[in-house]
């Protein structure tokens, strides 16, 4: 499974997988999860001051329901005979 493009994961949140998944198999475990610490630290500050300029319905929002959308999608897909309804 793509992960990252499956889940239309955005730059930061990708390097977030990335990292966790990753951790000690190229150097040591706390350097690679401070490493996703620090993408997902900044993809909330992206979020935080796309929510605030919005002043409505912000983009962490939107991206959270499509993500949770795809996810169940995927998840369906992947279990034999199940449906397609919304979560």
Same mark, same amino acid.
């Given at each position: 499974?793509?992960?990252?493009? $499956? !889940?239309?994961?955005? !730059? ?5 997988? /990335?990292? *966790?998944?990753?951790?000690?198999? /190229?150097?040591?475990?706390? *350097? $690679?999860? &401070? ?9 909330? /500050?992206?979020?935080? &001051? ?20 795809? *996810? ?13 309804? &919304?979560?």
């Amino acid at each position: 499974m793509r992960v990252i493009e $499956d !889940f239309a994961l955005s !730059f930061c949140l990708g390097n977030v997988v /990335k990292y *966790v998944l990753r951790g000690g198999k /190229k150097g040591a475990t706390v *350097v $690679d999860l &401070e490493k996703a610490r620090w993408y997902l630290d900044r993809e909330i /500050k992206h979020l935080k &001051e796309s929510q605030d300029s919005s002043g409505g319905r912000s983009r962490a929002r939107r991206s959270y329901r499509n993500v949770v959308q795809r *996810v169940h999608v995927k998840a369906t897909e992947a279990r034999p005979g199940a449906s397609r309804a &919304e979560p």
